[in-house]
């Protein structure tokens, strides 16, 4: 048996490593897994620090094992986020699931979770309050009100729900656990276990962040990639694309707008704050227009019904063992680098780490990295 966890770890940071070593005094005995967003992650912008080094720092945390979580998967909402993550934690034969949450009560988001899967007025409500211009995340939450009585807003809590969600839908034999989240997830302020939305600010102002993650992260926090360096790639994608409306969540209409407000903006947030409004979030803009500069079409997306391989980024010797113990009951592909004519997902996420290393000093390096055979050496393992 393992525990599965699912983070994006940009970057990894105290509050990280109170989880996990929570993790490991609950389940002394027991292999963790991590599924790991790449290089660009759910809220539409790129990490920080590459797939690898974060794959590093994962394991010298005290991860066994470490997988990726494709683009196509984590850079989408929550409920598509989680279908992807939790379903990879199926297939490895993972058993338990545990994850921050603000409330830190799992009866209630396993309630919350059987509303949305079960009840047939939820969509009814949802469809109601989105008519009358609410946008999806409130139209949810003002639906799950009015059948239980129970309200949950806090980002945590809310993925918390889609991974519940997924469980039950899929029937899989994974238990849900949730350990207390220690930090505001919105929070600026720096302290010693601040949110990483803290930590990143405090990185692209060049304050020090020395009291806020682990020693050992500190060295690998160097060519930091911020999405304002990939500005200029977008404005020019929006200028001279004839049709944006092809692309994932561009909906009708915003890509007329984009054509027009593109011209006179400097920044990602200039973008935002031009088109933001009550149906679309700061999030969901990001994330449209992340699938705009990397050409993630609408086609595509429709296409993907299912993960179609386990992409293996790192583990230990007990990560390894237990990979060699499950691997035979595994149903798809297991892959250690990067394999042509596999998956279309695969040949797609090659293409988003050749435009994620566009801001590298050596942008070889990171293409180069997926061709690697990362089963081999157990080069991350410490012991």
């Known amino acids: 048996m393992a525990v599965g966890i699912i983070a994006e770890y940009n970057p990894f940071h105290n509050g990280h490593k109170y989880h996990l070593d ?7 005995n027991e292999e963790i897994i991590l599924v790991l967003s790449g290089n660009f992650t759910q809220r539409g912008e790129p990490s920080i620090i590459d797939k690898w080094k974060k794959t590093e720092i994962a394991i010298k945390a005290g991860v066994d094992l470490v997988v990726e979580l494709p683009f196509v998967f984590s850079t989408q909402s929550a409920d598509f986020f989680s279908y992807g993550a939790v ?48 946008n999806y995340p409130t139209a949810v939450s003002k639906a799950v009100m009015d059948l239980t009585g129970k309200n949950v807003k806090a980002p945590n809590d809310l993925l918390g729900v889609s991974y519940i969600k997924t469980i039950l839908k899929n029937s899989f034999n ?16 720096l302290k010693n276990i601040s949110s990483a939305t803290a930590i990143r600010e405090a990185l692209y102002s060049k304050n020090d962040i020395t009291n806020s993650v682990p020693s050992f992260v500190l060295p690998y926090l160097n060519n930091l990639h911020f ?19 092809i692309y994932q969540t561009v909906d009708e209409g915003i890509d007329k707008k984009l054509k027009k407000v593109i011209k006179n903006c400097n920044t990602y947030d200039d973008v935002i704050n031009e088109i933001k409004s009550k149906r679309y979030t700061y999030n969901k803009i990001n994330r449209m227009l992340l699938h705009i500069l990397v050409s993630f079409t609408k086609e595509m997306a429709r296409k993907i019904k299912d993960i179609e391989y386990i992409r293996i980024l790192g ?20 892959l250690s680098k990067f394999e042509r004519n596999c ?17 590298e000093s050596n942008q070889l390096y990171l293409v180069e990295e997926e061709y690697k055979n990362h089963l081999g050496g157990n080069k991350y393992d410490k012991n």
Request: overall charge positive; aromatic content about 10%; some cysteine.
């Open 22 to 28: 929570k993790i490991k005094r609950m389940y002394k």
């Open 87 to 134: 379903s990879i934690l199926e297939k490895l034969k993972v058993n338990k699931l545990v994850f921050g949450s603000e409330s830190d009560n799992i009866d209630d988001l396993i309630t919350i979770a059987k509303c949305q899967v079960d009840n047939d007025d939820f969509e009814k409500l949802v469809k109601i309050y989105s008519k009358f211009g609410e």
């Open 174 to 189: 994974i238990k849900p656990i949730c350990i207390k989240r220690t930090s505001d997830y919105h929070s600026t302020e």
């Open 227 to 245: 999405k304002d360096n990939y500005f200029n790639l977008l404005k020019y994608k929006i200028i001279t694309d004839n049709d944006l409306s």
């Open 315 to 334: 583990f230990n010797n007990n990560g390894q063992k237990y990979l060699n113990s499950i691997k035979k009951k595994v149903d798809i592909k297991i």
């Open 343 to 359: 998956s279309k997902i695969l040949d797609f996420e090659l293409k988003t780490t050749e435009i994620y290393s566009l801001c």
